[in-house]
């Protein structure tokens, strides 16, 4: 349990710390050990809490302060993804360590974890909400959240409805010598699919094209390879191509026409991928097995296919687009979510940002897209807006932002306490008169 600070509060890191410890690794899961642990540490500030478990050893769990009509949720996910080789210290030692907690979740998602559960203690400790701060800590994140936010949001909802949600989002972007806050506004829907061709299985001695299944699969992955997806930008992507197009010392007004354009003569090729991607479909042949031995002519071939889908877009859309690529083999869903999106012209993005300048100095905040898929769909889905904050101190080590889903994975202490007394501001701003 977390060591007390002056004032009785827990000081966040050494929650972070004990988090880390409790192994969470999904598959195959085991959060419950981490919600017993919230439970514990609610429990001993008298607040209110629940643990739900939809299966053993899945468990969420909720927790709730102060009374009114405003609602605030504070999500975060406390699964962690595998370890990867080569960590140059245990993954689980939660080490407090040369200014850092060390370990698997220590940014995603721990370090949110720990920062919501030691706001709303502080919160609780010192002030009366005139509403209701709502803590979710949820299972099976990394898996598609499917025992986790999203049983929550089937079979509860009312536990966790609020009028604006703040979750994982991405890290700040060191561009040059300037660090960039985001704020994440939506993400694009998986539409995972499954390809099968299928032939007709001779001597490999005799070989008849038309029957073999690889090949016909080749010529599909080939067409995937070659297709040119249309460009579609949002105003947010459209200000966030201008503002680093600008920051390159480029002139162009941006639009959907000279995205590509614009792009080429950026420097900074990782953030060029980045943009590229949330402004179009994207699509990744990942997998492919077909044959069994080198001399008989393969009857089947199976690819799985990545593609990721913009707001405004759905599974008909990519059929539709696909269709004359992937005629000839048979197309199987393997996962597929509508893309999410928030508004950031309302009166919550405008308090997330002018709560963060606070924190963060008057850097510029842009509102973004993640490429990959959060929780934040299952509040979205409910007409609840969220939104994703990746807040750190601006002189963060960028090793930090790789070792996430990476090795060495690790959080500094001040950005740590940073994320705290911002959530803790945003809250007392929010829901304090
Ligand atoms: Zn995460």
Redesign the pocket.
């Given at each position: 349990m977390g060591r007390k600070q002056e004032g009785g509060n827990p000081a966040v890191e050494s929650v972070l710390s004990d988090l880390i410890k409790i192994q969470s690794v999904n598959p195959p899961g085991g959060e419950t050990g981490v919600a017993e642990y919230l439970k514990r540490l609610f429990d001993r500030y008298q607040i209110p809490n629940e643990i739900i478990e939809p299966s053993p050893g899945r468990a969420s769990f909720i927790a709730c302060i102060g009374e009114g009509n405003k609602r605030l949720l504070y999500l975060s996910?406390t699964d962690v993804v595998p370890i990867t080789e080569g960590w140059d210290s245990p993954p689980f030692s939660g080490e407090l360590k040369d200014g850092f907690v060390h370990g698997r979740g220590a940014i995603?998602?721990k370090g949110l974890v720990a920062a919501e559960a030691c706001a709303v203690i502080h919160l609780a400790q010192t002030l009366k909400l005139k509403g209701k701060l709502i803590f979710a800590a949820t299972a099976d994140?990394e898996v598609g959240g499917y025992l986790g936010a999203g049983f929550l949001a089937e079979k509860y909802p009312d536990k966790i409805r609020a009028d604006f949600t703040i979750n994982?989002g991405a890290e700040p972007l060191a561009m040059g010598s300037k660090t960039y806050h985001s704020l994440s506004v939506g993400e694009k829907g998986p539409a995972w699919m499954k390809l099968i061709s299928k032939g007709i299985s001779s001597h490999g001695s005799v070989p008849v094209m038309e029957n073999n299944a690889v090949v016909k699969m080749a010529s599909v992955i080939n067409g995937l390879a070659n297709y040119k997806p249309r460009v579609g930008l949002t105003s947010e992507t459209q200000s966030l191509v201008q503002t680093f197009a600008r920051l390159d010392g480029l002139s162009d007004k941006v639009s959907a026409d000279n995205v590509d354009d614009v792009l080429r003569r950026l420097s900074d090729r990782v953030l060029v991928s980045y943009l590229s991607a949330v402004t179009r479909m994207t699509i990744s042949p990942d997998v492919i097995h077909g044959g069994v031995k080198t001399n008989i002519v393969p009857d089947n071939c199976e690819a799985q296919i990545d593609i990721r889908i913009l707001p405004g877009q759905n599974w008909e859309y990519v059929i539709n687009e696909l269709k004359e690529i992937l005629g000839g083999v048979e197309v199987e869903t393997m996962q597929y979510h509508a893309p999410s999106f928030s508004r950031s012209d309302n009166e919550y993005y405008r308090l997330i940002e002018s709560t963060l300048k606070e924190f963060v100095g008057d850097v510029p905040i842009l509102p973004s897209i993640c490429t990959g898929a959060?929780d934040s769909r299952y509040l979205r889905e409910m007409g609840v807006p969220s939104y994703g904050i990746g807040v750190m101190t601006l002189n963060m080590d960028p090793a930090m932002s790789g070792s996430v889903h990476g090795k060495n994975e690790k959080i500094d202490i001040a950005s740590l306490r940073l994320k705290t007394d911002f959530l803790a501001s945003l809250a007392k701003k929010y829901l304090g008169n």
């Open positions: 996910h995603d998602c994140e994982e959060t």
